[in-house]
C-alpha cells in the first residue's frame, strides 16, 4: 500500500504536466548543423519560455552543439527523434555548480523535464581527454590521480538539484564525461523508457539518485561502465526514501542496483521490482551503510542476475570513526541468478579492476560489525547457480579460523573486499534475525568450502534450504559462534 501510494504521488504530479505552447528552438537562432555553437541561444530559449507561462522548446532533427545550459520552471526539453543534444568537446564550455560540472543544468526548480525519442551526447571521452590536455598544460588545475580528471570537473549530462516534479521520459543519454545524470535532493522525479549508453569513460554511472524523495526509475535500459542504478545519501540532513525501480535491465562492470558507498543520512522504502542484470562484474545488488546512516524497509522482488560476479551483497561498515551504520528490514525474493567462473566483464571499454584477481568466487554476503548487527534479513525463493571449483591454495581461511576473517569497518564497501571467504554459496557474519525460506543453491563443480557458513549470527531459521554439490558428503551449513540457529525441511 505504501508503495502504490508514493507512485501514485510520484505519477500525479510528473507524469502529465500542463504546458502551454510549443517553441521550436529554431526560433531564438539555434542552429541544427553540429557546429555552431549554440549555448546562449539555447539558453535564451529556455529563459524565454520560463518568463512566459513555460512550454516545451522543441528540438527536431539535426545535431545541436553546445556547452552548460539551466533549465526553468515550466520548461520541458522535448528532442524530437533524430535530434541530438551535443556536448561541446572544449571543457572550458562547461561550468562548475555546487561542486559539480554538467552540460544540463537545473537547480530549485519546479516542473522540469526532458522527454522524447532524441539523444543527448555529452562527447564525454573526448571531452575527459581534452582536459587531461589542459592540465598537462597547465590551464586547469587538478592532481590527475591516476591519469584522470577528477569527476567533479568532468561534465555528467545532467545534474539536478533541490527541484520539484521532474521528468525524464523516452531520450537516450550517452557518453557523460563523469557520471551520467544525478538528481540530488529533488523530490517527484520519474525516470521513465529511458536508454542510457554510458561507458565512455571512468565514473560513468548509469544515474544517481541523492538524497531524494518519492523517486520511480521504470522501463529503462542501463549500460554502464560504473554502478548502474546508484542511490546516494551525501548528508546527514537528508534521507534517500520512497524510491521504486522496476522492470529495468542494467549491465555494467561495476554493481547493478547500488545504494550506500555514499550513506551519511541513510535509505527508507525503496522497492526493487522485477529487474534484470546481467554481464556485470560485480554484484547484481549492493547495499551498504557504512557512514553513519540507516538502510532500512528495503524489498526486492523478483530480480533476474545472468553472468554476474555476485548476486548480493548487504554491508554494514565504520568509514568515519564512531559512525556505524544501521541496516533493517531486507526482504530480497524470487530471484534466479547464474555466478560464472570467468569475468562477467569482459570486453567493456572499462573493465572492473584486476586487482580483484586472482581469488576465488565470492559468496553473497550478509556482513555487519561486532556491535553493529544487520537485522530482519529475509531471503525467500532463492535459487543461485555457482561454477564451483574453489582453489584451495589461495589465501584460505578455514572453517577453524573463521575470526582471521578481517572486520575491515573503514574500508570501501564491495563484495570482494573480504577476498577469500570460507563459504561459496552464502556467508553470514555479525547479523540476527536471519530468514532463509525455499532457498537452492546450485555448485556445478565441487567446492573444497561450505555452502552456507553463519558468524556470529543471533536467531537464524532456514527452512527449505537445498544444496547441490557434486561429490560432497560435508555439512551445507556451518555455524560458529551463533545461537538460535533452526534448520528444518
Known sequence: MKKNLFLTLILASCLNPVFSKDYNASLFGVKSNGTTLNTTSIQKGIDFISENGGGRLVF??????????????????????????????????????????????????????????????????????NLVD???????????????????????????????????????????????????????????????????????DGVDIVDCDSVSVTNSYFDAADDGICLKSHSPDFICQNVYIHNNTIRTSANGIKFGTASYGGFRNIRIMNNLVFDTYRSAITFAAVDGGVVEDIVVDSLRSINTGNVIFLRIGE???????????????????????????????????????????????????????????????????????????????????????????????????????????FYVRHASAIKFENVQLVCDKKDYRTAIVLDDVKGAELKAVIVNEPSTRKESVFSHRSTDVRISK
Open 319 to 425: 568509514r568515519r570513526a564512531g559512525k556505524k551504520g544501521k541496516m533493517k528490514n531486507i526482504s530480497i525474493s524470487n530471484v534466479y541468478a547464474e555466478v560464472p567462473a570467468t569475468k562477467a566483464d569482459a570486453g567493456y571499454n572499462y573493465e572492473g579492476p584486476v586487482e580483484d584477481l586472482p581469488r576465488n568466487v565470492s559468496p553473497s554476503s550478509i556482513v555487519g560489525m561486532p556491535d553493529a548487527l544487520i537485522e530482519n534479513v529475509t531471503l525467500r525463493n532463492i535459487e543461485i547457480h555457482y561454477p564451483g571449483g574453489g582453489n584451495p591454495d589461495y589465501a584460505k581461511v578455514g572453517l577453524d579460523e573463521l575470526d582471521k576473517v578481517p572486520e575491515m569497518a573503514a574500508a570501501y564497501p564491495e563484495f570482494s573486499m573480504f577476498k577469500e571467504l570460507p563459504a561459496w554459496g
Open 60 to 129: 527536431y532533427v539535426g545535431r545541436y552543439l553546445t556547452g552548460t545550459i539551466h533549465l526553468k520552471s515550466n520548461v520541458t526539453i522535448q528532442l524530437e527523434e533524430g535530434a541530438i543534444l551535443v556536448g561541446s568537446p572544449n571543457p572550458l564550455d562547461y561550468e562548475k555548480k555546487t561542486n559539480w560540472t554538467a552540460l544540463i543544468f537545473a537547480h530549485d526548480q519546479s516542473n522540469i523535464g526532458i522527454t522524447g525519442k532524441g539523444v543527448i551526447d555529452g562527447q564525454g571521452f573526448t571531452v575527459a581527454n
Open 134 to 204: 589542459l592540465i598537462h598544460k597547465g590551464v586547469v588545475k587538478d592532481p590527475l590521480r591516476y591519469d584522470r580528471p577528477n569527476e567533479t570537473i568532468r561534465p555528467q549530462n545532467i545534474y539536478f538539484r533541490g527541484c520539484r516534479n521532474v521528468t525524464i521520459k523516452g531520450i537516450i543519454l550517452k557518453d557523460p564525461g563523469s557520471w551520467n545524470q544525478q538528481y540530488d535532493q529533488c523530490r517527484n522525479v520519474v525516470i521513465d523508457g529511458i536508454t542510457v549508453d554510458s561507458k565512455s569513460y571512468w565514473n560513468n
